[in-house]
């Protein structure tokens, strides 16, 4: 029996284009299992909108600040909806990119297992103390205090689709990278720049239930993945399931890291807490799984990484979908 899902895209972050091309390919996915979809923007009508349709559940396709900071799922806590994807407390955790060290100790001090993923060193500084206590005349302590030095990676603690994300290879690009960071958030986080094979894994379930799709492999054709590479056709090739040769000459070497990719995608999902569906982005750097952030909202348009995954898996991203709804309701 189809459920009347309420479908959440658009909102008013820097994201709003990604989002409202998400909610346009999950409301297609949705109708196609036989649920009646409700398209709806996050303006000022949203909750009394939701309070007279009655939507059985919710699936937010928001990318960046309200969309995957917990504020639409406390939102939709506080106002009794069910809803597909991660609890608000976990949203609010891994919005917030500097929470990667604490999360992981914690939950490795708790299971005491042994430890997969690794992430890279970096300082996290508020808006706060540039604007007001003279953190950018420090901006020299910077090459000592990430481990390698330079080049970095100048970027907004919290945020998505790399906006404000900046290599910076020397002292003199530090300043405007950290200004045009900030643009997007109140704080930066300046870390060790990794490189190596970019994978973005996505992870369907929970607990330890939850299980990798195939990680998706990304070149790209300019300097970085950022913001304008995603956004224009051509500018990235995606290959799903990673291509072996890209991981080690020695297929069987290859095949055993692709499971420690997997598997470090699994810990920091669980690490997280995380519910439903989500996306671990990462590096290979020939050694380690350097992972950078959880994406509780991963992109669901028709060429996104996680669809991309789902069809790679064998799975219909309508069939995923229909699935997640009805365990949203069922909970």
């Given at each position: 029996m189809g459920l009347k899902v309420a479908v959440l895209m658009g909102g008013a972050s820097f994201e709003r284009e990604f989002s409202l091309a998400s909610g346009k390919n999950v409301c297609e996915a949705l109708e196609a299992a036989g649920h009646k979809v409700i398209p709806l923007d996050t303006t000022g009508d949203l909750v009394p909108t939701l309070r007279s349709e009655r939507p059985d559940v919710c699936y937010s396709a928001l990318h960046g600040k309200h969309g995957e900071d917990g504020t639409i799922q406390s939102l939709l806590e506080f106002l009794d909806v069910p809803f597909v994807g991660s609890p608000g407390f976990v949203c609010q955790k891994a919005w917030n990119k500097d929470s990667m060290h604490s999360q992981m100790a914690t939950y490795r001090a708790i299971t005491g297992e042994a430890p997969i993923a690794s992430w890279p060193q970096g300082l996290y500084i508020a808006r706060d103390a540039?604007?007001?206590?003279?953190?950018?005349?420090?901006?020299?302590?910077?090459?000592?205090?990430?481990?390698?030095?330079?080049?970095?990676?100048?970027?907004?603690?919290?945020?998505?689709?790399?906006?404000?994300?900046?290599?910076?290879?020397?002292?003199?690009?530090?300043?405007?990278?950290i200004l045009d960071a900030l643009a997007f958030d109140e704080a930066v986080v300046i870390e060790q720049w990794v490189d190596g094979v970019?994978?973005?894994?996505?992870?369907?379930?929970?607990?330890?239930?939850?299980?990798?799709?195939?990680?998706?492999?990304?070149?790209?054709?300019t300097a970085m993945f950022d913001t304008q590479a995603r956004m224009t056709s051509g500018m990235v090739d995606y290959f799903c399931p990673v291509r072996l040769e890209s991981l080690s000459p020695d297929e069987a070497d290859a095949q055993a890291i692709r499971a420690e990719v997997e598997r470090a995608a699994l810990e920091v999902y669980r690490a997280y807490n995380a519910r439903d569906l989500a996306r671990i982005d990462m590096?290979?750097?020939?050694?380690?799984?350097?992972?950078?952030?959880?994406?509780?909202?991963?992109?669901?348009?028709?060429?996104?990484?996680?669809?991309?995954?789902?069809?790679?898996?064998?799975?219909?991203?309508?069939?995923?979908?229909?699935?997640?709804?009805?365990?949203?309701?069922e909970r």
């Open positions: 540039f604007k007001d206590m003279g953190a950018a005349t420090a901006l020299d302590l910077i090459p000592e205090r990430v481990i390698g030095g330079f080049p970095v990676c100048v970027k907004p603690a919290r945020g998505g689709s790399a906006m404000g994300v900046h290599k910076v290879s020397c002292a003199e690009e530090l300043g405007e990278a970019e994978l973005a894994v996505s992870v369907l379930g929970n607990g330890w239930d939850a299980h990798a799709l195939p990680p998706v492999e990304i070149v790209k054709k590096i290979w750097d020939g050694a380690e799984a350097k992972v950078f952030e959880v994406n509780v909202s991963p992109g669901m348009a028709e060429n996104s990484l996680f669809p991309t995954a789902c069809q790679a898996a064998g799975l219909s991203l309508s069939a995923v979908l229909d699935e997640l709804v009805q365990a949203a309701v």
